[in-house]
C-alpha cells in the first residue's frame, strides 16, 4: 500500500532528475546564447550569465551575407516537408510490398535494399553528383527531396518490422470484404502503422532539417541556402566568430523540430493498443 | 570487365561534359564583342563579412559592365574543398575560383585551372605587382594563379601581457634561444609565451633559414636530408611542452579551432606565430592593441617570404576566361573597389593600390601593412607551392608532433617516421 | 495454367509495390556503386583518369598502413561498446515513458531534445567545454573522488567520450522502441495470464518477445549506423580523429582519404571493405535473429 501512494512522486522525482543530467548540455546551449558573444567561452563553466542578453537572437535573426533568417528557415522548410512526405509516403508503400506480398525476388530486393545502407555515401558521391549533373539538377533542391520519393531504406525497414507485428487474420478479414492490396494497404495496414509513420515523419523532418552535406553539394546561389548552412556562416575559423548569434539561432532553428515532434509524438503512442482494431 | 567499366565511367563523365556546355553560365561565346551579355560563376571560402563586402565588389563590377552577371557561391573553408572536388570531377567548376596554396597544386597539375599567361597585361594589368609576388602563382613556370593578397610570418603579441610576463621586448634580432629563455622566463610568470607551431609552416621557415625547404624542388621528395634539421627544431617546443612552459597538446585539442578560448584572447598567454593577415581577426577577438614582431633568426631574412594569402584562378572549363581575366584585374586594380575589400584577404599585391588605399585603413590593418612592407624587402623568394600529396604529408607530420608533444616518442623516432611516411606519399608526384 | 497466372499476377503486384525503390535503385543508386567498384582496383585522385593497379589498394589497407587497422580497432570497439549501451539505455528509458502520467509528453519531448541537436557546430563546442579540463564531466569526477580524466589528451578516455555522445543521443532507438511497446495491447498480459505476476515476469514472458521484431531492427540498424558513424568524431576532434587516432573512426579515416587526400581509389576500396564486413556483421544478426524474434503475423517462430 505504501508504495502506491508514493509510487507516482517517486516516478516523477527520478524522470526529473534523469531529465537534468541529459538536458545540462542543452541548457548549457540556451544559457550561452543569452550571454555576450564574447563572454561566451570565458564564462563556460558557470550555466548562467552574469547579465541576460536579447541582443544574441536579434543580431543572428537579421541574417548573414545579406539574407535575413527566415530566408534560410524558408528554404530549409520547402525542402524538409518536401522530402519527408516523399519519404514516408514511399516507404510504408514499399514496406507493404516487402512485409505482406510474396512475389519471386522478393529476397533479393530485400538483401539489396540493406546493401545500399552499407556502403560509406563518400564513395558513391561523386558518380551521384555526375548524374544530378546530368538531369540538369545542380543548383536546385532536386537531388536532396526527389531521391526521397523513392523510399528510404531505414524507414522502409522500420515499417517492415512493424507490419510483420500486426496479425495476418485482420488481412484475411479484409480479403473476404473484397479488398484488392491496395486497398488492404490503405484501409488495413495504413491506419495500423500510424505509429510508425509517425516515427518516420519525426526522423526524416529532423535528418534533413540537419542535413549540411545535400545543400552544400548542390546547392550554388546563396539565395537558396539552408539553415544548416547559414549557422557556419556565423563562424569564422580566422577571426571573432558571431558566437552568440550562432547560439541564439540553432535555438531558434530547434523550434520547428520541437515542434513537430510534440504534434507527432501523441501518434506514436496510439499504437494498435488505442486505434480500436486490436489483434 | 575492367574495359567495361572504364567505358561506363567515361560515359557518365562525357556526357557531363556534354552537359555543361549547354548549362547556364557558361554559354557566352569565346571572343564574342564586349557587350554581349555574359555570365560569370565565382566562388569563395569565408565568413560573413567577407561574403558581403565581396558581393558589393561584384555589385560595383556589374554597375559597371552592365552586360555581366555574376552568380556567386560561397562557404566555410572545409565545406568549399568538399563542393569544389565534385564540381570539378563533373567538370562544372565556376569560371573563377578563390584557391589556396595547399590545394592549387592539385587542381592546376590535374588540368582543372586555366593558364594565365596570355591575360597577364592584356586583361589582368600586373605592371604594379612585384616579379616575386606575382611568381607565387607560378607552378612548373606556368602561371595558374593570381595572389589576392600577401601574407608574412611573424610573432603576434601583447606587449602589455610581455612586460607582465618580466620581458620589456622582443629584441631586434632574436634568436632560437632566445626564444627558449623568454618562454621558460615568462613560463614561470604563469603565462604562456606561444600556443605552439603549425608544423609544417614553420618547420619549413626553419629549414629554409638552414638554406634547406621541406619539399624539393619537383616536388617529389622531401627537400632535406639531415634528419638533424628535424629534431633540433622540434625538440625546441617538446621541451618547452615538458617543462609546462608551453600548454599540453590535450589542452590544445580541447580549444582547437575556436580563436576566443585561445590564451592570448582569454590574457592566459603572450602571442601566437602566425600569418600577417590573420592578425586583425586576433586583435579584434583579443580586443586589446596587440603589435607585430618579426620571426626568430638566425637569418630571418632567408627564411621569411611573401606567401599569397590566397589566388584567383580561371577554371579550364570556364567559356568565358577572358571576361573572368577582367573582373580578377578589376580585383586587383580598382581603387573603389579596393576601398571596399580594405586588404581583408591580405595586403594588395599591387603597389599603386596599396599607396591609395593606405588612408582608409583600419589601425589594426595599417599595423599588417606596415609590417609586410618592413618584411617585403628583406623577404626571399618564396618556395613552390606544396605538391600535390602535401595535405596527407602534412596530416602525418602533425600526427606524429602530437606524440612527441605527449611525450610518447622521441625526436628521432619521430624524424625517422615522417621522412619514411613523407617520402612514400610524394613518390607518387615522379 | 491457373497457377502460373496467379504467380505473375503476385508478382505484379509485389513489384508495382515496391517499383519506388527499384526504380530509384536504378536510376540513382546502382551505376555509383558499380563506379565505386571499379574504383577501388585504382588509383584516382578525383580530377584526372583513374589507373588500374588491382588488389594494390587492398594490399595496402592490411599489410602497409597501420592507420588504417587502427581505425578497424577502434571502429569495433565504438560499436561493440557504443550499440549495447545505447539500446539498452534507450529501452529503459522508453519503459519509463510508457504509462499513463500526464506529463508524459513533456517527458517524451525532454528525453528526446539531446537527439535533435545532433552534428552541429554547437554540440561540437558545447560538448568540448563540457568534457574540457575544468568542464562539468571532471569536476564531478574530481567530487566523487575519481579524479580528473584526459579526455582529449588518452586515446582511449575520448573513444569512452564519443561512446558517451552516442548514448546520450539515444532518442531515436527510444522512439521506435516506444512505438512498439504501445502496439503491445493490454489484452496480450492477460490472454497470456500473467496479468497478476511481478514487473520482471510480464517483461521477459511478453514484453520482450512481442518487442522482439522491433529489438532486432534496432539491433541492425544501430550495428549499421554505428560502423558509419562520423559527425560525431568529426566534430569533435575538428576533422583530425585524434587524439592520437583515438577517434580516428573507419568512417573518418575513410572520408579524410577521398576528400582531404585525394585518394578517392583508396577510399572506394576502403567503402567495400566496410561493406563486407558490416554485410556479415547484419547477416548474422538476421540469422541468429531466427531463435530469438517473434513475429505475431507469422504465427509465432
Redesign the interface.
Known sequence: MAWKTIKWPVYHLFAIALAVLMLYPVLWMLMSSFKESRLIFVTAESLLPDKWVWSNYADGWKGTAGYPFMTYIWNSLVIVVLSTIGAVLSSSLIAFGFARLSFRGRNLWFALMMVTLMLPHDVVLVPQYVIFTKLGWLNSIAPIVVPQFFGIPFFIFLMVQFIRTIPRELDEAATIDGCGKLRLYARIILPLLRSSLATAAIFSFYWRWEDLLGPVLYLNSPDKYTVSMALKMFLDSESTSNWGAMFAMSIVSLVPVIALFFAFQKHIVQGMATSGLKG | MKRRMLGLLAAVTLASTALSACSSGNDAPAGGSADDPVSLRIAWWGSDSRHAYTQQVIDLYTSKHPNVKIDVEYASFDDYWKKLAPQAAAKQLPDIVQMDISYISQYAKNGQLAELEPYLNNQIQVGDVSESVLGTGLLGGKQYGIPIGVNVLGFHYDPELLKKGGIDSIPADWTWEKYEEMARQTGSKGLYFDSGFAPDIFFNYYLRTKGETLYNEEGNALGYDDDKLFTDFFRIQADLVKEKALRSPDYLNQIKGVLEESDLVKGTGIGVFQWSNQFVGLQKAAARPLALAPMMGPDMEKGIYMQPSMYWAITNNSKAKEEAAKFIDFWVNDVEANKIIKGERGVPISSAIKEAIAGELDEPVKQVFDFVSEMEPKASPMSPPPPTGSPEVIAALADLIEELNFGRITPEQAAASFRKTASEVLAANK | MLKRNT?LR?????????S??????L???L??????L??S?TSY????A?R?IGLDNFVKMFTGDPKYMNSLRVTFLYVFVGVPLRLMFALF?AM????G?R???T????????S????????S??????F?????VNSALIAIGLGPV?????PNAALGMLVTLSV?QFG?SM??F???????????YEAAGVDGAGPARRFFRITLP?LS??I??NL??QT?SA??TFVPAYII????G????GTMLY?LY???Q???????GY??A???V??II??IM?AVLFFVSKYWVF?????GR
Not at chain 3, 10 to 18: E, P
Not at chain 3, 45 to 48: A, I, K, M, P, Q
Not at chain 3, 125 to 130: F, Q
Not at chain 3, 242 to 245: H, K, R
Open positions: 504467380a503476385n508478382d505484379l503486384t509485389g513489384y508495382a509495390f515496391i519506388p525503390f527499384v526504380i530509384g535503385f536510376a540513382f543508386t551505376i555509383p556503386m558499380f563506379i565505386s571499379y574504383l582496383f585522385n578525383l580530377f584526372s583513374p588500374w528509458i519509463l515513458l510508457n504509462n502520467s506529463l508524459i509528453g517527458y517524451r519531448t525532454l528525453f528526446y531534445l539531446p535533435i541537436i545532433g552534428g552541429s557546430v554547437a554540440v563546442i558545447m560538448w568540448r567545454n563540457i574540457g579540463s575544468e568542464g562539468i584526459s579526455w582529449f589528451g588518452d546520450w531515436s522512439l521506435i516506444l512505438a512498439g511497446l504501445k502496439n503491445i495491447s493490454p489484452e496480450m512481442l521484431p522491433i532486432l531492427f541492425i540498424m549499421i560502423f558509419m576532434s575538428k576533422g583530425e585524434g587524439p592520437m587516432d568512417s575513410l572520408f579524410r577521398a576528400f582531404m587526400f585525394n585518394n578517392m577510399a572506394s576502403m567503402a567495400w566496410m561493406l558490416v554485410g547484419t513475429y505475431e503475423s507469422e504465427g
